[in-house]
């Protein structure tokens, strides 16, 4: 036995956003039997097994065009006005799970676009939010990634920025101070959720009080790739796991500390099985 000592980070785990959706899915689960839901309702497959099993039906948008009569879940993420269209059109009952801070952010995105701002949006291409959020603006907004995707001399000269939620808070303002710094008057939306932004600091202060970190995320989950990264910074004997069957003995060496912590979309559950693998060690 290696007699691991083993700690879960009690700040990973899943958002409120995420627990609210899960929680009116299993309460319809219960009473139904079976649900559809509008992708994957969290950026982790083994949760998602987990409702499949229990009667969860993962649809996309093409599913929805020919899905009548029916109960259809709207996960954290939002989704853009012309699913609400088209739920209309087909007579679903929409179970909106919309995170309410994503919510929000639509509602302001949506007023610029009446008022005919240029908008910007920090965000990941084709992240299911962004989608949403790019459905207030009739598709006219410019996504980013990165501020080097911007020609910064063909941008207008004064421009309202926004953000994903679950994108970095730090590099939301250098991107806003870069812009201003090349002439551009910007009206900047903080619209980052602070319960995703805060994980970043305190996995900084947690990353380092261990020998090594198991960090545990699903592969789709683009704040589970962020967090890993800043795990790794701060150690570099961070170790990215999406399930216990991945966990590896060599990694590790007689009396270890072992931190695990995870991204917005993962369960404790899930860490609990990890840690319980890694005592067995």
Known sequence: MLNLQVTIDQHSGFCFGVVYAI????????????????????????????????????????????????????????EPPSTYQLAL????????????????LQNRIKNSHDKQEPIYIYGKHGHAEVKGLLGQTDN????????????????????????????????????????????????ANDTICRQVSN?????????????KVIFVAGTKSSNGKVLYNVCKEVN??????????ELERAWFVEGDRVGICGATSTPMWLMEDVKAVLESF
């Open 236 to 245: 570099p004997n961070t170790f990215f796991i999406s399930n216990p069957e």
């Open 89 to 104: 059109q087909n007579n679903l009952e929409l179970i909106d799970a919309s995170c309410p801070v994503v919510l929000k």
């Open 199 to 211: 994980r970043d600091k305190e996995l900084r202060f947690f990353a380092q009080d261990f020998d």
């Open 140 to 187: 006219q907004a410019i996504v980013f990634q990165d501020i080097s995707e911007l020609e910064l001399a063909e941008l207008p000269r004064q421009m309202t920025l926004y953000s994903q939620t679950t994108k970095s808070t730090d590099k939301f303002y250098e991107i806003k101070a870069q812009l201003e710094a090349s002439g551009i008057v910007v009206n």
């Open 23 to 78: 929680e009116m899915a299993e309460d319809i689960l219960e009473e139904q039997g079976y649900l559809y839901c509008l992708g994957d309702i969290v950026h982790n497959d083994e949760e998602v097994k987990r409702l499949e099993n229990k009667g969860l039906k993962i649809i996309d948008h093409d599913d929805l065009q020919s899905l009548q009569d029916e109960k259809v879940l709207i996960r954290a993420h939002g």
